[in-house]
């Protein structure tokens, strides 16, 4: 961005290479934004977290072996 606005130099190089960073940068922003917000969810227990739709682990299992063995 330098080049193109303080220096003058504009080529189609300089423009793929300018864009190109500033959706990784947007992209990544995005990320860290999602990815802030489900660890937040997570700490406060607030609803429509990925770890509050789904039950436990150990749940699951207990589940599983109870229905193996005919046990409910």
Do not use: D, H
Not at 46 to 68: H, R, V
């Amino acid at each position: 961005m330098l080049l193109i606005f303080k220096y003058g130099v504009l080529s189609y190089t300089n423009m793929f290479f300018t864009c190109k960073n500033t959706l990784v940068c947007m992209l990544l922003s995005y990320r860290l934004i999602v990815i802030q917000l489900e660890r937040c969810n997570e700490r406060y227990g607030l609803y429509g977290s990925t770890a509050q739709q789904f039950p436990p682990l150990q749940l699951i299992e207990e589940n599983c072996t109870g229905l193996e063995t005919g046990k409910k």
